[in-house]
């Protein structure tokens, strides 16, 4: 008997049946998929209003007026009204140790060359410097002040107060070689002109043998050029040399060495000087691309700055570690397989390998987002018996999975802890107006 799958085509019917059940079942098909568009459109919908919600909410920020809460009626009050986010407001900040303004020059604090409000990061900043994590790194400090508070007031501060404590060797790290200049008249106006501030892009490349240029087959170089030995200047002469050629052939065969060995020894004198290009006691003012400068690398290993910063602030660096515009280094986990920066990297690793740091991080813009906070390793946010969050990734995904409201009370705990200070000049007074207008060959002019 004749098959075809279920049916038997001996039946007459048999092709109609067949159709009938594969028109079904293609309409079965197209209604699936219908619900499952359906399903994601209304999912789409549903996050563009909550995104939209969030939105609303991030334009809505309240702020309160913001006034040192330990520290009334020390130093001059702020020049300009200044306000705090609403939900940093509602957690108050502990107390500052009363030793916290130790060494700050009393002429600072009554002339007001720091505000009260600059004084108070700096108070804040000296105690969590007091405190350990569990690794026996030195805690951290995070400045979230908008513009107009003064960010580089408040690090020449932390850096003359260290600095009159004997601690006396400082990195700091910014985003332009400009703002070094703006580093010293910071120094220069709290009364430590004489703390001096080194451009780490002008100091010549360490070399870890102490001289640049070595011995290679015999012959000693200096400088880029190669003087190879022959058998007159190892001191053979040729019988066949008549004495007078001889003579002075062996005259000049000194001289040359003479000078050859005059110039190593200056080439070994520069070198062990060039300690003195980065200051034994002093800043070092660097920026986030001179930390990922090189030299060399074809015929032998690269010198690179970052391992010149290490040798310098080697051993037992105590001073302070200042990321000035610290979001440059923000994209250290770069998430969804996006691959870490050099930056980020390098800003790691300085603070890996130097635990006993006094570590600020300042910025106005400091993360957006949570992967933006892996750079922070010294807040104390994870890896630690008194946070549930064992390393950075579980921190990352629990921020992550409850939205903003998260890193609000992240920022609340760090404020609760004294590890946070984050303040805004106010516009409360200010008023703008639009103005249309169209451009005229005059305006043009």
């Known amino acids: 008997m004749s098959t075809f799958g279920k049916y038997d085509l001996n039946d007459p019917t048999w092709y109609q049946k067949w159709r009938k059940e594969r028109q079904e079942a293609q309409q079965r098909q197209e209604e699936e998929r219908k619900r499952q568009e359906a399903e994601a459109k209304k999912k789409r919908e549903l996050e563009a209003e909550l995104d939209l919600e969030d939105d ?14 330990w520290l009334k009626g020390i130093g001059k009050k702020h020049p300009d009204p200044v306000v705090e986010n609403a939900s940093l407001s509602a957690v108050k900040a502990p107390k500052p140790p009363d030793d916290a303004l130790a060494d ?4 600072v604090v009554k ?9 108070e990061a700096v108070a ?4 969590c410097f007091g405190k350990n994590l569990e690794d026996g790194s030195r805690r951290g400090f995070f400045i979230g002040d908008g513009a107009g508070i003064g960010k580089g007031r408040e690090l020449a501060g932390i850096v003359a107060q260290q600095w009159a404590r004997g601690v006396r060797k400082h990195l700091w790290i910014s985003v332009s070689n400009d703002l ?5 008249r910071d120094l220069r106006d709290l009364g430590s002109g004489n703390i001096p501030v080194q451009l780490l892009g002008k100091a010549s490349y360490s070399v870890a043998c102490g001289v640049p240029f070595c011995y290679r087959g015999g012959g000693a170089a200096v400088g880029s050029r190669r003087w190879r030995p022959s058998a007159l200047l190892d001191g053979v002469i040729s019988r066949a040399m008549p004495r007078a050629v001889a003579a002075t052939a062996d005259a000049r065969r000194r001289r040359r060495r003479d000078t050859t060995h005059d110039a190593i020894d200056a080439t070994r004198s520069r070198a062990n000087t060039q300690a003195r290009d980065l200051p034994k006691q002093g800043v070092v003012f660097a920026t986030y691309a001179s930390l990922l400068g090189k030299k060399g690398g074809k015929t032998s290993k690269p010198q690179t700055r ?5 040798e310098w602030a080697s051993p037992g660096f105590e001073g302070g570690l200042l990321f000035d515009e610290s979001h440059k280094a923000k994209n250290l986990f770069g998430g969804n397989g996006g691959k870490p920066t050099k930056t980020g990297q390098a800003v790691l690793k300085l603070q890996t390998a130097l635990p006993r740091a006094r570590v600020v991080y300042c910025s106005a813009t400091g993360a957006s987002e949570p992967k933006h906070l892996g750079y922070m390793d010294r807040l104390g946010l994870w890896g ?4 549930p969050f064992g390393d950075f990734d579980d921190f990352r995904r629990a921020v992550e999975s409850r939205g903003v409201g998260m890193m609000e009370l992240v920022a609340m705990h760090l404020k609760q802890r004294g590890a946070l200070v984050s303040r805004a000049l106010s516009f409360k007074s200010c008023t703008f107006e639009l103005v249309n207008d169209v451009m005229t060959p005059s305006l043009c002019g």
Do not use: H, R, W
């Not at 804040?124 to 105690?127: I, P, V």
């Not at 970052?306 to 290490?310: E, I, N, R, S, T």
């Not at 630690?384 to 946070?387: A, E, K, L, M, N």
């Open 56 to 69: 609303d909410a991030a334009d809505d920020v309240q702020f309160e007026d913001y006034e040192p809460l």
């Open 104 to 107: 700050i020059s009393p002429d």
């Open 111 to 119: 002339e007001g060359k720091l505000s009260n409000l600059q004084l």
């Open 124 to 127: 804040y900043a000296n105690m």
């Open 180 to 184: 070094k200049f703006d580093a010293e």
């Open 306 to 310: 970052l391992d010149q910063l290490l």
């Open 384 to 387: 630690g018996s008194d946070t």
